[in-house]
T-cell receptor, first 112, second 112 residues
Framework: EAQVTQNPRYLITVTGKKLTVTCSQN?????MSWYRQDPGLGLRQIYY???????DKGDVPEGYKVSRKEKRNFPLILESPSPNQTSLYFC???????????FGQGTRLTVV | GENVEQHPSTLSVQEGDSAVIKCTYS??????FPWYKQELGKRPQLIID?????GEKKDQRIAVTLNKTAKHFSLHITETQPEDSAVYFC???????????FGTGTRLKVLA
């Protein structure tokens, strides 16, 4: 089954404790992206990748890191999480720039 | 920075009526405009998209129109049904990048 898989689905952590949210797609998609969703603010792009080893900043990259060492994986790293990073996070992938983006099931992160 | 304004933030219609959601973008280099539907607790899913070389696109009860001069695009849903109730997001992608800017969303309620 074609899918984008994020892990974990839910995470509660403490301020400053490094964490990684994984994202994996099995559709051989070139393009991948991370978003955060907050009430009243919609979806905001954090980082995107147009190919292996090619990443670029989205609209709200501060406090986040990503890597794209292999085509299928695009982990999101929070080196020192803060409470303002409490949010619902989505990973997405697409075959091309103008193709449908398939979203993962989301990761709800709470930083206390 | 670049932004996408979306209106209204909430919309209630009677079943069978039409619904219109409007978005305005600021980046003149935007050339791809998707619309996503997000049901409660679910991930966003593409419902329709339009490229900048097209003025209108229709798919059954859903249509999107684009006015490049005014930097404005709209989603039209006809003969609304209760299952159309969801949050709808417009987005704009800048040419040559995978950078997306999303609108803040419209919560559509279709009243039976």
């Amino acid at each position: 089954e074609a899918q984008v898989t994020q892990n974990p689905r839910y995470l509660i952590t403490v301020t400053g404790k490094k964490l990684t949210v994984t994202c994996s797609q099995n559709m051989n998609h070139e393009y991948m992206s991370w978003y955060r969703q907050d009430p009243g603010l919609g979806l905001r792009q954090i980082y995107y990748s147009m190919n292996v080893e090619v990443t670029d900043k989205g609209d709200v990259p501060e406090g986040y890191k990503v890597s794209r060492k292999e085509k299928r994986n695009f982990p999101l790293i929070l080196e020192s999480p803060s409470p303002n990073q409490t949010s619902l996070y989505f990973c997405a992938s697409s075959m091309g720039m103008d193709n449908e983006a398939f979203f993962g099931q989301g990761t709800r992160l709470t930083v206390v | 920075g670049e932004n996408v304004e979306q209106h209204p933030s909430t919309l209630s219609v009677q079943e069978g009526d039409s619904a219109v959601i409007k978005c305005t973008y600021s980046d003149s280099a935007s050339n791809y405009f998707p619309w996503y539907k997000q049901e409660l607790g679910k991930r966003p899913q593409l419902i329709i998209d339009i490229r900048s070389n097209v003025g209108e696109k229709k798919d059954q009860r859903i249509a999107v129109t684009l006015n490049k001069t005014a930097k404005h695009f709209s989603l039209h849903i006809t003969e609304t049904q209760p299952e159309d109730s969801a949050v709808y997001f417009c987005a704009a992608r800048s040419s040559g990048t995978y950078k997306y800017i999303f609108g803040t969303g419209t919560r559509l309620k279709v009243l039976a």
